[in-house]
Structure formats: structure tokens, C-alpha cells
């Protein structure tokens, strides 16, 4: 790819990064659908972190923050998400540990609960499936409904 398609790609994708967060995977699978090779996928990739275009700590605090807060995730789910994204673990572990301090998941678990009894009384143990299913731990489940 000549100079110029490659400046043009890298605008696109440099505008793409700065109307949300983005992860590195993401903008790696962005740059060669865009017609970039490995080489100049990884020079990209390079110079979008160099600018702070991609941050994977700040895409990772971002996704928690979006998933526990509008969808109501569990731990569990966010952290299967976020390894599928290949986000670092201790990246992964430090954006989870402001929500898990703050007891979030809890309140979050007991939002879902009363919604969900409110909407269709389920029995007990397909409530814990469906608590599970949104990434919640049996343990916190029992816990939140006794």
C-alpha cells in the first residue's frame, strides 16, 4: 500500500478511536479490513498508542463501566469478554476492581432480581440461570436471594 492510502487509513481509523474507546484487537481487525498488511498493521497499531488513540486500560474501564452499568453484567461476563478481546489480566483486574469495591455487582445482582421477579416471577432455579447467564456467581446469587 502506497503512502497515501496508508495516511487515509490511518485517519479513519484514528477518528474511529476517537469516538469511542477502542482495544488494539478491534483496530487490528479494522486496519486489515481496510486493505492494511501484517506489517503495516502492527506500524498503525504502534503509532495510534503513541498518540493515545488506543489505550487498552481506558477501553478496558470504559467496558466495565458500560457493561455493569447499562446491561447490568457480572464479573464474570465482563472478564470472559474483555480475555476474548485479549485485554491483559492485570489490565483486565485493575478496571474490574473500582466496581467490585464499590459493591456495584451487588446492587447490580439485586436490580436483576427484582426486575425479574417484578416482570415474571420465575421459579428459583431458573432465576439462577438467567443470574448466571449475566456473568453473576452461584455464590453471590444464593447469597442475594436468601
Known sequence: MD???YNQVKLKLSRWCSRQDQCVAKARIKAKENGLDAQETDELIEELIELDFLNEARFAESFVRGKMNQK???EIKVRHHLRQ????AHIIEKALKEYIAKGKSEENLKE???KKKRLDNPAKPSLVRFLQGKGYRLDEILRALD
Not at 478481546?85 to 491483559?88: G, H, P, S, T, V
Open 3 to 5: 503512502k497515501k492510502d
Open 72 to 74: 447490568l453484567w457480572g
Open 85 to 88: 478481546l485479549r485485554i491483559d
Open 112 to 114: 436483576l432480581i427484582a
